[in-house]
C-alpha cells in the first residue's frame, strides 16, 4: 500500500515537471542551448630544448670546457638532421664558499665558476623531436638536461571558426528538440556567445575557464561551446 501511494505519488511529481517544462516553453518568447563540438587533431610544431652546464676553479678553464661541450651539441644537432637550432649566451655564475676566521670574522671567498648554455629547435617534423635523445651526449661527459617537448597545432585559429559554426548548428538542432516537446518551432538565432575553447590532451577532461591550450601532448582535442538564444515561434 505504501509502495503504491509512493510510485502514485512519483507519477505525479514527474507529471508536474513535466508540465512545468512544457508551460515554460509554451509561453516564452525564446529559448537559450548551448552547443557544442569536438575534433580530434595531431600536432603540426614541436619545440625542443635543453641546457648543458660546467664548472671549473677558473674562469678560462671553464671557458674551454664549454666551448668543448657546445662543440659536442652542435655535432649531435647536426647527426639529427636538425640545423635551424639556437643557442642562447653562455651564462656565468661564480661559485663561492663561506668562511669563518679565527676572530669569528665571516666572509665569502670565490672557488669556481659555473658556465651553463641552452639550446632550442622549432620542427614540423614532431616525430623526429618527439623521439630526439640525448644520451649520446651524456655517455661523453656532456652534463645535459632536456625540458619536456612542446607539442603545438599552428592552426587552432582556422579550426576555431569552423567549430564554432559547427557548435551553433548543435545548437539550434538541440533548441528544435526542446522546442517541439512544447509544441513550439524556431524561428531564428537572436544571439550567441561564444565559450572557452578548450584544447587538450586526447580522452583528458581537464577544463578551465581561461580556456586549456595543452603543449604536452602530440594528440589533442579541441572543444568549441556556443550558448544561443534563438526567438520562438
Known amino acids: 500500500m505504501v509502495a503504491g501511494l509512493f510510485l502514485a505519488a512519483g507519477l505525479v ?7 512545468s517544462a512544457w508551460m515554460k516553453i509554451k509561453n516564452s518568447q525564446f529559448i537559450t542551448v ?18 648543458f652546464q660546467v664548472e671549473a676553479t677558473t674562469l678560462l678553464d671553464a671557458q674551454h670546457l664549454i666551448q668543448a661541450n657546445r ?17 642562447t649566451p653562455i651564462n656565468i655564475e661564480e661559485l663561492k664558499a663561506t668562511q669563518k676566521a679565527p676572530d ?6 670565490t672557488t669556481g665558476f659555473r658556465l ?16 630526439l635523445d640525448s644520451t649520446p651526449l651524456v655517455e661523453q661527459g656532456v652534463i645535459f638536461s632536456v625540458a619536456p617537448p612542446q607539442f603545438i597545432y599552428t592552426k587552432a ?36 556567445d561564444q565559450g572557452i575553447f578548450q584544447i587538450t590532451p586526447v580522452h583528458s577532461v581537464a577544463t578551465s575557464w581561461q580556456g586549456e ?3 604536452s601532448s602530440r594528440q589533442k582535442t579541441i572543444t568549441a561551446v556556443v550558448t544561443t538564444t534563438f526567438l520562438l515561434k
Do not use: P, Y
Request: proline share 0%; glycine share 10%.
Open 213 to 215: 591550450s595543452d603543449t
Open 34 to 51: 548551448k552547443g557544442s563540438v569536438q575534433k580530434n587533431i595531431e600536432s603540426d610544431l614541436a619545440i625542443w630544448s635543453g641546457g
Open 13 to 19: 511529481l514527474s507529471a508536474m515537471l513535466g508540465t
Open 71 to 87: 662543440a659536442l651539441v652542435v655535432k649531435f644537432m647536426g647527426d639529427n638532421g636538425l640545423t635551424n637550432f639556437t643557442l
Open 116 to 131: 651553463s648554455q641552452s639550446v632550442s629547435v622549432e620542427s614540423a617534423d614532431v616525430a623526429r623531436l618527439d623521439k
Open 104 to 109: 669569528g670574522f665571516v666572509s665569502q671567498r
Open 157 to 192: 585559429g582556422d579550426a576555431k571558426i569552423e567549430m564554432l559554426a559547427d557548435a551553433t548548428k548543435d545548437a539550434r538542432a538541440r533548441a528544435e528538440q526542446i522546442a517541439s516537446q512544447g509544441g513550439r518551432s524556431i524561428a531564428r538565432l537572436q544571439s550567441a
